[in-house]
């Protein structure tokens, strides 16, 4: 809210001398904004009127000060740290063991409680609402990532109790249900680099599209490609049905429930341009279904797996090369390898770009 006060103008280039003086007087309001006030003038807000022995000593060292009244800004309050409103809360020696980061998947926040702060999770989770207004629902992991549908257990800490929420990245928007459904919001980039490669025309199989975080902006950035995503999970298929019309794209979206194996077997046989493979954990057990679904003149997949060290991307690169022969196919060339995130200590999600033939 504009408020109006008195203030110091001062030339702009006796700013942080007048700051200097204002501040060890204890005048200058710092709940307000500076701000230009005339063509080469600052107008600095200050907290109450000075007295006349204080204006004697500021016009004394600031030859052009002028005393008026102004309207300023309210400056944006600073949002507290995580440990800065848990101080008092939790033991001192457990603030340093509060989680750096969490995952935000729209309005929902999800973090992982380390052992020692298991007492003090509720506290946790409320200091999350408190300090990111933008959350109403923090949820603790309570598992890993694990079975067919790679989903993971979690407990409700604080806000709301719901599992769904709306979340946006690069112009569109997914229905995600983090309980029913795998999402990480930490591929942005590579959602969107992938839909940036893709030329009109194209054909594209995604073999584990989840609700849809490859397939949709593929078919939002082109208008004559035709995505055929794929997924297991009738619950995340279900979503991408939604997300296909929300974003106004289900023309070229055409979601299949099943196993990637068996659809493409029976559907989707030489039909691809491109070929996705976001399924780091097991990808390279169905680097064959990828060959079989490439065009017979080729095409690209965009393959995703883990690398742990003392791993290399050559060596990935090899791996990757190998299983495409004993496909009967061979990688041509390799546009991109690199490591996506790092995912544990020396382990790395990584993307290999390849050219079949």
Not at 233 to 251: C, F, H, M, P, S
Request: aromatic content about 8%; overall charge positive.
């Amino acid at each position: 809210m504009p408020k109006e006060a008195v203030c110091l103008k001062i030339p702009k280039a006796e700013g942080q001398k007048t700051l200097d003086l204002a501040n060890r007087l204890g005048l200058t309001d710092k709940t307000l904004q500076i701000q230009s006030c005339s063509q080469g003038f600052l107008c600095i807000p200050l907290k109450r009127e000075p007295t006349e022995k204080e204006q004697t000593d500021l016009k004394r060292q600031l030859t052009e000060a002028q005393f008026s009244v102004q309207v300023f800004a309210e400056k944006r309050q600073r949002e507290k740290t995580l440990s800065e409103a848990l101080a008092g809360k939790l033991p001192p020696q457990l603030l340093s063991s509060l989680p750096r980061a969490f995952d935000a998947v729209g309005d929902i926040a999800i973090v992982e409680i380390p052992p020692e702060l298991e007492a003090y999770k509720g506290a946790v989770g409320e200091a999350v609402l408190q300090t990111h207004k933008n959350m109403q629902v923090v949820l603790a992991k309570a598992g890993k990532v694990s079975g067919t549908f790679r989903l993971r257990d979690f407990e409700f800490i604080a806000g709301k109790h719901r599992t769904s929420t709306m979340y946006k990245e690069y112009g569109c928007s997914y229905y995600v249900d983090v309980a029913k459904a795998y999402f990480s919001p930490r591929l942005g980039h590579e959602h969107q680099r992938v839909a940036e490669l893709v030329e009109e025309g194209e054909t594209v199989v995604d073999l584990f599209a989840g609700v849809g975080p490859f397939a949709v902006p593929i078919a939002k950035n082109r208008k004559n490609v035709k995505v055929y995503a794929v997924d297991i999970n009738a619950d995340a298929v279900q979503l991408l049905e939604k997300n296909a019309r929300l974003n106004r794209v289900e023309g070229r979206v055409h979601p299949m429930v099943g196993d990637a194996r068996q659809v493409v077997s029976e559907k989707l046989s030489g039909v691809a341009d491109r070929v996705i493979m976001n399924l780091p954990e097991t990808a390279s057990a169905f680097i064959d279904v990828a060959c079989k679904a490439v065009k017979p003149c080729g095409g690209v997949v965009h393959f995703y797996g883990f690398m742990r060290a003392p791993e290399t991307l050559e060596d990935q690169k090899k791996l990757f090369s190998k299983a495409v022969a004993d496909a009967g196919r061979r990688v041509e060339d390799f546009t991109c390898a690199k490591a996506v995130r790092e995912t544990a200590p020396y382990e790395y999600q990584i993307v290999l770009d390849a050219v079949v033939r």
